[in-house]
């Protein structure tokens, strides 16, 4: 009976730490655990969300010095 409830708690502690790190802590569980309010839950994001703000951002100065620098060659 022990080992059952033992590999349960190690099951639940790997479930919650998947739902924080993948959400935040201020998604995690619908909000359950944010500690302001929805204006500062939105702000804050998870490591991952703000990853891949970060590339996007990348993505698109590329874009733009690209089309800048087109429209120099064309002048």
């Known amino acids: ?3 059952i409830l033992i ?4 099951v639940v502690v790997i479930w919650v730490g998947l739902e924080i790190q993948s959400n935040g802590i201020e998604g995690a569980f619908n909000g359950a655990f944010a500690p302001a309010g929805q204006a500062e839950a939105e702000r ?7 990853a891949g703000q970060a590339v ?9 010095r690209k089309n800048r620098l087109l429209e120099q060659a064309s002048e």
Do not use: L
């Open 1 to 3: 009976m022990g080992k």
């Open 7 to 10: 590999i349960g708690a190690i």
């Open 44 to 50: 804050v994001t998870s490591t991952p969300k703000r």
């Open 56 to 64: 996007q951002n990348s993505f698109n100065q590329d874009e733009a």
